[in-house]
């Protein structure tokens, strides 16, 4: 995988002031990568030091109010062809540059004030394809003892937890808020594990509960709650659903977004109950660009056949009509599934990283599926889900 990265970010010595601002999660990932680093303020001929410059509307002033904008663009634009040149995925930019911020800068008045607005080379980014992140999001994703990786498993797919270096295991049933008569579905186990794989501090989720099992949304997100209470940031779904014909092939998948179809909502009630200010909860990037981008390229990497596609959430247990399916072929539906909305929209309340991954063991609406198809689908795509979760734990 080529990623993109501000050099001042490795340590490089390249900042206005002569110094760097090393961030050690973005070395760590930098160790684990192909890393193209890039100083669109020394691509443009600036020298180091050099005197601090802001972003004023399409202008790049110092502060006596010289214009350094030529540079500026001049150094994004070199910055751009190198980009282009690594074929790089993911750019990891440094946050508040006027050359390199993304989504709030520097106003301008040299104050230490923040607007929205991106630095030169990150708005040149736009359209690239690229995912473009700072360096806060790889540090909100990387995990550690105190903020181990959950990992929520479905049909077919708890395997994985064999994998896991147990540290302790925990009952669902002692889980607060998860129904204490539920008994697991085949394929399903709900007994959680604290652990590591491949030395990456995880919780492993080895089954759920659904709605069509008559449990509430709120029931169905407990082990969401439980993930968050024990300081996960990062939350992957893992959750077997039907293909979508045109729109997706069975096997693996990458959800980029979901159409939550089940009619029900986990948030209803729940601002007020905990007390929060305000019931919303931004849902633009539910599933996380970041994580996503590193699923992708560990997949590319490993030659893992895998596809990305919007999720549409049903309550089932029945299966999709021939209508529902041109239905959700027509809303631009890859996947569908009865698990999984209620859960992304509780862990996005509880602003948790979110990554979505699908096993399609069948296509919606041709004919219907048995439990042990979708197991024999999930034994099919062992290895490859085992390896593909692996290789994103890595990069983590
Ligand atoms: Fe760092 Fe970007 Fe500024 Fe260079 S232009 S010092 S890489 S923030």
């Known amino acids: ?32 990568v192909r890393v193209c680093p890039i100083c669109p303020e020394v691509a443009g001929g600036l020298p180091t030091p050099r005197p601090p410059a802001e972003r004023v509307g399409e202008e790049v002033l110092l502060s006596d109010g010289t214009s350094v904008t030529e540079a500026y663009r001049v150094g994004a634009q070199r910055s751009l062809e190198q980009l282009r040149r690594s074929h790089a995925t993911l750019a990891v930019l440094k946050a508040k540059s006027p050359s390199c911020g993304i989504g709030y800068i520097y106003d301008g008045t040299h104050s230490g004030t923040l607007v929205q607005g991106d630095g030169v080379f990150a708005g040149m980014l736009k359209g690239e394809g690229v995912c473009m992140v700072s360096e806060e999001v790889v540090e909100s994703c990387r995990p550690s003892v105190e903020h181990p990786v959950a990992i929520v498993l479905g049909t077919g797919l708890g395997h994985l937890r064999s994998l896991v270096h147990p540290v302790r295991r925990i009952d669902y049933h002692d889980i607060d808020g998860f129904p204490v008569d539920a008994r697991p579905i085949p394929g399903h186990s709900f007994e959680a594990t604290i652990g590591t794989v491949d030395e990456v501090p995880v919780v ?54 979901h159409i939550n179809l089940t009619g029900v909502n986990p948030l209803v009630g729940d601002a007020s109950q905990r007390g929060l200010e305000t019931p919303y909860v931004d849902m633009s990037e539910a599933y996380s660009p970041y994580l996503r981008t590193l699923a992708r390229g560990v997949a590319d990497d490993l030659g893992i056949a895998v596809e990305e596609g919007v999720y549409a959430g049903v309550v089932g247990p029945s299966s999709e009509t021939p209508a529902e399916v041109r239905m959700l072929a027509g809303m631009g539906v890859s996947y569908v599934g009865m698990s999984t909305v209620c859960e992304v929209i509780a862990a996005r309340a509880l602003n948790m990283n979110v990554l979505g991954l699908t096993m399609a063991a069948n296509y919606a609406g041709e004919g219907s599926v048995s439990h042990e198809g979708v197991l024999e689908g999930a034994r099919q795509n062992a290895d490859s889900f085992e390896r593909l979760v692996r290789g994103i734990l890595r990069l983590l």
């Open 204 to 257: 492993v989720y080895p089954g759920r509960i659904h709605l069509y099992q008559g449990y509430s949304a709120s029931e169905v997100c407990a082990l969401v709650r439980h993930a968050h209470r024990l300081g996960c940031r990062d939350i992957i779904f893992a959750c077997a659903t039907g293909a979508i014909p045109g729109n997706a092939h069975t096997g693996l998948g990458i959800l980029t977004d």
């Open 1 to 32: 995988m080529d990623v993109v990265v501000s050099a001042c970010l490795l340590g490089r010595r390249c900042r206005y002031d002569g110094g760097s601002k090393p961030s050690a999660a973005v070395c760590t990932l930098a160790e684990k």
